[in-house]
């Protein structure tokens, strides 16, 4: 106990001094970086760019004119600049949002967002030997060239810049497969053993052979760009050398904590790095646990070729689902079959890249043959990776609970018992837990009862109407908060998304929902179609379809009509908005409810007469003042009325005009400010309502 307290208190006092030390230079940094003059700065790129539809991003060090470094920002530019390039410009420095990108972003050293509007001038500093054979080996590879080449240069030298804008970059992230192409652990053991292999051949003395390879496990990570989480790889392997060095046993998890402890002492920061915490994380889970599934699995009867890799899959796996459920929402199904496969022909690519590329690089007139060979193996491994993210359900949105902490709950269980099941009991276990995932997705796939649910997305417009295996959604929300949503509500497909109108609050996280939800068909007014705005354009779009007043969508026992606008619209004004009917009646129970979109008064008044005599109102325009009066509440008559808007909009949605119309009618209003996501469902003789909280 006295020895746990002493390393304890070692490491409590490193983590306080470090996250004091970094919280003070991020704030001197950030003070600094409020009132500089960009265009009298120098601008120094480091590491690779990152490109989306969003621009070309990089992180560069800020220096004054005479050299002195003032800090680090988040770079925004028209064109990629490589590692290294000093720029002069003409741009806009802005804080960082209060988001959790922004957080993110401040932890990992940025602490201001440049904006350049005009390149003055640009030059590449000398760079040195390392650096130069990576853009050598990024020369030979062109990783712009096709997917494989891009999944070369990811996997062979660090760089994902193109790798991250392709299809396949999606494809191994609905997979579980991402890791195999991030530099760790993985990479650094087979260098370790190409070298050993090497250096064994040649006759190189014991310690010589250690030396020599930690001097090249460090070369190769400063090669592939030295992430947080190629260092935590580096520092654990060198640690396991310098044991065996002295001749001690290795002990993988003293060196994970001790690396861990090291890395965070140089910089507190690096724990919100989400690599180096799922790097770390797998880690630990495979030292605990990877022995004892192995031993279960071949109980099982399983053959140990492959019990040996999918125990190895399946701990990396159950440590970080607590972490990359909040973080990206999705938990991959076919992980652990997709690494099982994948994962020698990566190695494979890994192995062959390393030895292909640097010839390449130096008899650059045969660089096309001597790459063939990788580039086989990435198309292998591209063509692999799509074709199980083509699995249906290969991957399910999943939002962040209470439950999410159940694989720690699971594995201090696990470690606490340390069972020796009997082949039986493996067993069970083994079908209970695909088993109860499977009775979950048939459960909210086939049999989720008739609801409308106004979804809490911020300053904006969602709601999903669904019964059974149908489902719609009516608006896409703004930005990624929307795919949340769906999550924490369990829609895995989508047979439509109604967009009512072009207004950002309703069309603006149409990507994200076509990235997390199967969606069979984008549902817009008729003559909107031609004014859909230029980003959504270029996506890759399901069936896009136009519905004029009077048309219908059927959804289980729901029928949503179109009663607004009357004729033709282009879709980019608040009176073009779509507004539905929506009527349920089946088995005794009812529901009328009006979805408003973002219309207002003017139009309401004319399409309130077919609407009738309503039990739900879904306000206009989020509660806006003009979004209903006193005449139409007395002639649709709810006794619900329900705003979507977000904390702290600078519109005052909801407005007190709306709330005390409402109000004076007698109806009740509800607010997703309040409380959250909104659940109407029909009831025999009424209808019931609930709220997220």
């Avoid at 390393?7 to 500089?36: D, F, K, Q, Y």
Wanted: glycine residues 8%; contains cysteine; aromatic residues 6%.
């Amino acid at each position: 106990m006295r020895r746990w307290a002493r390393w304890l208190g070692i490491g409590v006092v490193l983590g306080a001094a470090s996250a004091t030390l970094g919280t003070m230079w991020r704030a001197s940094a950030h003070e600094r970086m409020e009132n500089i003059v960009a265009s009298a700065c120098i601008f120094e790129i480091e590491g690779d760019p990152s490109i989306s539809s969003y621009g070309v991003q990089h992180t560069a060090r800020v220096m004054s004119a005479d050299g002195a470094v003032l800090g680090r920002v988040r770079l925004d530019a028209d064109s990629a600049y490589e590692d290294g390039t000093r720029l002069r410009l003409v741009g806009r420095a802005s804080g960082l949002p209060d988001s959790a990108w922004g957080r993110s972003r401040y932890m990992a050293g940025e602490v201001a967002r440049v904006s350049a509007v005009r390149i003055v001038d640009s030059e590449s500093r000398a760079i040195g030997p390392i650096e130069a054979l990576r853009a050598r080996m990024l020369d030979v590879i062109q990783p712009d060239a096709s997917q494989a080449r891009a999944l070369v240069a990811g996997i062979v030298c660090g760089r994902t810049t193109e790798l991250d804008q392709a299809s396949a970059s999606e494809a191994f992230a609905r997979t579980g497969t991402s890791h195999l192409v991030a530099v760790s652990g993985s990479h650094l053991a087979l260098v370790t053993s190409l070298a050993q292999v090497f250096l064994a051949f040649v006759g190189a003395r014991l310690r010589t052979r250690y030396l020599l390879l930690v001097l090249l496990m460090s070369s190769y990570v400063i090669l592939t760009g030295g992430s947080a989480s190629a260092v935590r790889s580096l520092i654990m392997v060198g640690l396991t050398l310098v044991a065996s060095w002295g001749e001690r046993r290795g002990h993988g998890i003293s060196a994970l904590a001790l690396t861990t402890m090291a890395l965070v002492a140089r910089d507190a920061g690096v724990v919100f790095d989400v690599g180096f915490r799922l790097s770390a994380v797998s880690v630990l889970f495979i030292q605990l646990f990877y022995r004892y599934l192995s031993y279960l699995l071949t109980r099982l009867g399983m053959p140990r070729p492959i019990a040996e890799p999918l125990s190895l899959t399946l701990c990396a796996q159950w440590g970080t689902l607590p972490i990359t459920i909040p973080i990206f929402g999705t938990c991959s199904i076919v992980a652990p079959l997709a690494n099982l496969v994948l994962g020698p022909v990566m190695s494979a690519l890994l192995v062959v890249g390393l030895v292909s590329v640097p010839l390449a690089a130096i008899v650059g007139p045969l660089a096309d043959v001597l790459l063939a060979p990788a580039d086989a193996l990435a198309s292998i491994s591209v063509f692999g990776a799509q074709a199980f993210a083509g699995f249906p359900y290969a991957s399910i949105a999943m939002a962040a609970s209470p439950a999410t902490a159940l694989p720690y709950l699971a594995a201090c269980v696990v470690y606490a018992a340390w069972l020796d099941a009997s082949r039986w009991q493996v067993a069970v276990v083994c079908a209970a837990i695909p088993g109860a995932l499977a009775m979950h997705l048939v459960r909210w796939t086939l049999f989720v009862p008739a609801s409308v649910t106004v979804l809490d997305v911020g300053q904006a417009d969602a709601i999903l109407v669904r019964e059974g295996s149908a489902a719609i959604l009516v608006d896409a929300g703004v930005d990624s908060e929307v795919a949340d949503a769906l999550a924490r509500n369990s829609v895995f497909q989508l047979d439509a998304v109604v967009i009512t109108h072009w207004d950002l609050d309703h069309y603006g996280g149409l990507e994200d929902v076509l990235a997390n939800v199967s969606v069979s068909r984008v549902v817009v007014a008729e003559g909107a179609l031609d004014a859909m705005p230029e980003e959504l354009a270029a996506l890759d779009m399901p069936e896009v379809v136009e519905l004029g007043e009077g048309d219908a969508l059927s959804v289980g026992g729901f029928a949503c009509t179109m009663v607004w606008p009357e004729g033709p619209v282009e879709g980019s004004d608040n009176e073009d908005s779509v507004a539905l009917a929506v009527r349920y009646d089946s088995g005794g129970c009812a529901l009328d409810m009006l979805l408003a979109g973002d219309t207002e008064i003017a139009q309401e008044e004319r399409y309130a007469g077919r609407v009738g005599d309503i039990d739900v109102l879904k306000l206009g325009h989020h509660g806006s003042a003009a979004s209903v009066d006193a005449a139409l509440m007395a002639q649709m008559r709810p006794e619900l009325a329900i705003a979507s808007a977000g904390e702290g909009n600078s519109y005052g949605h909801p407005t007190k005009e709306c709330i005390d119309t409402v109000e004076a009618s007698g109806a009740r209003f509800l607010c997703t400010i309040d409380v959250g996501d909104v659940t109407v469902r029909p009831a025999q003789g009424g209808f019931s309502v609930s709220t997220e909280r």
